[in-house]
Every structure is written in C-alpha cells, then in structure tokens.
C-alpha cells in the first residue's frame, strides 16, 4: 500500500466530507461532479477500501472513511503547524490564512478588514468562507473563526472582540398599525421577524429586566423566555433589518446593525427597560495556531477596528471601515 495514500488525496477527502456532498464539494475545488466521483473512485481503489456510503440524498463514512478522515486531518494540520512555525521564523505575516464567519456578519464587518488587512499584508493569502453555522474547531478547517458568544470548546483560544448588545427594534409604521409593547409578553401578540443564527435556540427570545441584568451573563430568575412566531424568518442579519424597515414586525438584532436607522427614525427601539443576553463577538483559533504570526495580525486587525466601539454602544465598532456606521 505504499502507493495507495497520495499526500494531495487528503485535502481532497477532507474538503469532501465537510462540504457534505459530491455537488458541493465540486463548487469547492473548482471540479464538475463527475470529476470529483471519479477521484473518489480513484483514492477508494488505491486502498483497496470503500471510505464512503452514497444514497441519492446523502452521503456518509464507512469505518474505513472515518478512520481516513481522521488521520487525514491529523496530518494536515500537522503540516500547516510546520509550514506556520517556518513562515514564523520570518517575522512578517505571509502565507494562507483559512477564516471563517457567519453570513451576514462577515459579509458586512470581516470581509471588509480582511480586504484591508491583505492591503496592508501583501503576502497573506486569506480563504474567506461564510456559513450559517461555524464549523467545530477540532475538524482543524480553518485557522480562524469569529463566532458570537464564548465557544464552549475548550481545545481552542478565544479572545474577546467587541460586545453585542442585541435590541428591540420596529418600524414606526408597524407600531402605528400595531401598537407599543409594554411588557416582554406583548411580544406573544405582535408580529416578529425570526433571525436563525449560530446557536441560538429558533425563535426564543429571552429578556431581563435592566435593574436585574447580571454582569457574568448568567441568566437571572426574572428572566423571561418567550417563543416568538411570526410570518418572515430568514438566515440573513441584512434582510431581517430591511424586512423591519419595511413594516413588517418587530426585530431583536444587533444594536451597531441598526444604529443608523435608530438615528435617522425609520425604527423605534422598544422595551429599553429590558435587555437580551448579550452574544459577544469572539475570534477564535486552535491551540497549535497560538504562536502563528498571521493569525494574531488579523486578529490583533480586527480588535484594533472593533475596539474604537465602547460596550452597549449603538455605534457601529465597524465604523472606521467607511468612516460612518454600516
């Protein structure tokens, strides 16, 4: 078997399992469907062991493919520590740099600072990759993940970016038509617009009293939590706040995202009396990666561009991005 493990096949294999299927893992590496069944076909002959179970819905590991993907992993990122320790040597940040974050907080604040990042740092190549939800740190993915709310994996290193103080937020003409809440239960009767993201519970909305809110996050027993129902949920941070601007219903989301429009008076925040349970923005990378000098500059990058934002402020942390909220 001394020919049957290809250093190249392990990348593949990798990139393969976590994009879930043949289509999607093709979108990945630039190859058509077929192409990427045929090396499948190629790598499973060479080691004489099927590594993967493929129905038309789905696909998953044989023993043998866990076992592969395992190892596969291990050894990539044994060769990413090395390469990094080597770059490292030379004091300036250069090489690949794999990022991931969520889709609409990436696109609008990390997709901006990493092109500014790599404006500043010519030969750091940056893989930006956004998803729904972040990918567990031990796959060894990426270098670099920036996540809400402390990660409860406790093999990587977090730092603290920038607080996320979540508000109440509806359009005028909504609460023209509707009405004010007074209360966390008015919410019960109100149309909301649900936004699934990361880890939080679909559509729970839990509230604290501003005199009862505790400083270490822990819920407190005047803690109310309400399931939320409304006609409009999305994924997507950007079209949830335009859904608000336009009338729709009543929207809990990050203050900085709808700092503008609470200025200029196309939404009202609603029950200032209350606040949610703050998700603050972490950045967040493996243990072997500690040492990496390209991962603390874009890190270091982005606190130095977030942290011009004190906490609770409505302010965009962003800001300096265009010179005005985002």
Not at 49 to 59: E, I, K, N, P, S
Not at 83 to 99: A, S, W
Not at 120 to 125: C, G, M, N, Q, T
Not at 173 to 183: E, V
């Amino acid at each position: 078997m001394s020919d049957a493990i290809q250093p190249a096949d392990l990348g593949f294999f990798s990139t393969l399992v976590h994009s879930g299927s043949l289509t999607a893992a093709g979108r990945e590496l630039g190859l058509t469907t077929a192409a990427v069944s045929k090396r499948l076909a190629q790598i499973e002959a060479r080691l004489g062991a099927r590594l993967v179970t493929r129905t038309t819905r789905r696909m998953g590991l044989t023993p043998e493919g866990d076992l592969y993907l395992e190892h596969a992993r291990r050894i990539l990122a044994d060769l990413a520590a090395m390469e990094q320790q080597l770059t490292d040597l030379q004091g300036e940040p250069q090489g690949l740099l794999r990022v991931n974050a969520t889709l609409g907080f990436g696109r609008r604040h990390i997709a901006p600072l990493v092109s500014a990042f790599v404006q500043r740092y010519p030969r750091v190549d940056v893989q930006l990759q956004l998803t729904v939800d972040p990918p567990p740190l031990a796959d060894n993915l990426f270098d670099l993940c920036f996540r809400f709310g402390r990660p409860s994996d406790s093999r990587g290193i977090a730092r603290r970016i920038a607080s996320n103080q979540r508000v109440l937020v509806a359009a005028p003409a909504y609460l023209k038509r509707a009405g004010m809440p007074k209360a966390p239960r008015d919410l019960l009767r109100h149309a909301c617009i649900v936004l699934r993201q990361g880890d939080d519970a679909y559509g729970q909305w839990r509230f604290t009293p501003e005199r009862a809110a505790r400083r270490d996050g822990a819920d407190d027993p005047s803690t109310q939590s309400l399931k939320i129902r409304g006609h409009l949920t999305t994924n997507d941070g950007s079209v949830a706040v335009q859904w608000a601007l336009d009338g729709h219903g009543i929207l809990l989301r990050a203050a900085w995202d709808v700092a503008p429009y609470l200025a200029s008076g196309q939404l009202v925040r609603l029950l200032q009396d209350h606040r949610s349970p703050e998700a603050d923005i972490y950045a967040v990378y493996p243990e072997q990666h500690r040492g990496s000098v390209r991962v603390r500059a874009l890190v270091d990058f982005v606190l130095a561009d977030f942290g011009a934002a004190a906490a609770g402020d409505l302010a965009s942390p962003a800001a300096t991005i265009a010179g005005k909220p985002q």
